[in-house]
């Protein structure tokens, strides 16, 4: 009615090899925190243990979809995915919006995700689909002329709150972040030693923080329910506030055990990698976590968040996006069952506040003081554009 169809699906890879960051914003440069011995499931063999790029965490970079409609207007937006989700867009997702009224964003999710259902419902299929889904969103905002915050209701607070993950919650705190959440640096394999320090870190962290700072631990699907178990009780006296994505994202059983296993009042948080309602189903039907973090860039997009996260306000549960800057502060606004949102340091040093998906975008706001003002976000889509001097290539065609 009135609107533009869409003309043309783009979807891009960035080129500039080794350090890249922006979407895939664990492809960062040697030394930075990121990268520095952080336990994984990896951790078992030797080489794989000091650096997560050693295994290939940044093999697949950045996507990037660009949606171009009848009058000229571009909706876009960035993700992981990469190559293979620049084929999954262009040679498979491009023919459900082009031609289409790009506010059927039902029919085209719908179709993206049931037309790949016998080779996807998780993973980098759904990475893809979540690009395309922000994409549309963008666009949406700019025909509209509207920020998409106010598309999904409006706003319920005047500005966001933010916690930080990264290596120095003691300067986060003097940032005016709420909380701080560390990497979990020894796995398993590392024993009681590693143990110990992972435990030690969180005690010299609370006596740097003081008592009211929230401490929290991602431990990036590195334990078992065992070690986890053992690791949540040990850094119980020094105010551990939640233990997050401790064990295997399909280990649905290990989570439900671990939230029975924690001590009282404290939280287990997951589903980074989670996607989708029908994963989200799973934890919080079968009481996994108190939080979810379903990243929006991964797990379906805006569309698919709107769903998981109603899912989980009947359940009780609370919806933290897992980082995503931008994709995830237009949602998190609008919603009462995500009271503040995560930003992740991307300063090498985890000293100050850069923006997340640099360099990819220009004019992505970042939080002063740990918080955000919702008059940043207003701005026609997301509100932010990408930087021109960042070098596109389209693999595929259709
Ligand atoms: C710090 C974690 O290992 C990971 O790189 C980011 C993450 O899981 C989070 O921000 O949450
Ligand atoms: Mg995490």
């Known amino acids: 009615m009135g609107y533009p169809k869409i003309k ?18 664990h492809d960062q440069g040697e030394g930075h925190w990121i990268d520095n011995h952080i336990a994984t499931s990896m951790g078992r063999y030797p080489e794989y243990r000091q650096s997560r790029k050693s295994f290939g965490i940044n093999v697949l970079g950045t996507l990037v979809v660009e949606i171009e409609a009848d009058d000229g207007t571009v909706g876009f937006a960035v993700t992981t995915g990469g190559e293979p989700a620049c084929y999954m867009v262009e040679k498979h997702f491009a023919r459900f919006l082009e031609g289409r009224n790009p506010f059927e964003y039902e029919r085209i999710w719908d179709q993206m995700y049931f037309g790949s259902q016998y080779y996807g419902r998780k993973g980098i299929v759904v990475n893809a689909i979540s690009g395309v889904d922000l994409a549309l969103w963008d666009l949406m905002g700019k025909l509209r002329q509207e920020p998409v915050y106010h598309m999904l209701g409006g706003a319920v607070r005047d500005e966001l709150q933010f916690y930080a993950t990264g290596a120095r919650p003691d300067l986060a705190k003097e940032m005016g972040f709420i909380g701080g959440k560390l990497p979990l640096y020894h796995g398993p394999i590392e024993g009681d030693e ?21 401490l929290m631990y991602d431990c990036w699907m590195a334990l078992d329910v065992n070690y ?29 055990q671990l939230k029975k296993n924690v001590p009282a009042g404290m939280l287990v948080t997951t589903g980074e990698h989670e996607s989708t309602r029908w994963g989200f189903k799973m934890l919080l039907e079968m009481g996994c976590c108190d939080i979810i973090q379903p990243d929006v860039g991964w797990c379906g997009g805006v569309t698919e968040l709107l769903k998981i996260s109603a899912l989980a306000d009947a359940h009780g549960a609370l919806v933290v996006p897992h980082g ?20 992740l340091m991307m300063a090498p040093k985890a000293d100050h506040v850069a923006p997340m998906f640099h360099p990819q975008l220009l004019n ?21 554009d990408l930087n021109p001097e960042v070098k596109l290539y389209r693999p595929y065609e259709h």
């Open 8 to 25: 043309q699906v783009r979807a891009y890879v960035i080129k500039g090899g080794e350090g890249g960051g922006g979407a895939d914003y």
């Open 194 to 214: 590693g143990l110990k320090k992972n435990v030690e870190l969180i005690a010299d962290m609370r006596s740097r923080v003081g008592e009211d700072f929230w």
């Open 228 to 256: 986890a178990t053992k690791l949540a009780h040990k850094c119980h006296e020094y105010g551990l506030k939640w233990i997050e994505e401790a064990i295997n994202p399909d280990d649905y059983w290990g989570y439900q």
């Open 324 to 343: 995503s800057s931008v994709y995830s502060y237009h949602f998190v606004i609008t919603r009462h069952n995500s009271p503040f949102a995560e930003f």
């Open 364 to 384: 992505e706001p970042i939080p002063d003081k740990g918080r955000l003002k919702v008059t940043a976000l207003d701005k026609p889509g997301f509100g932010v």
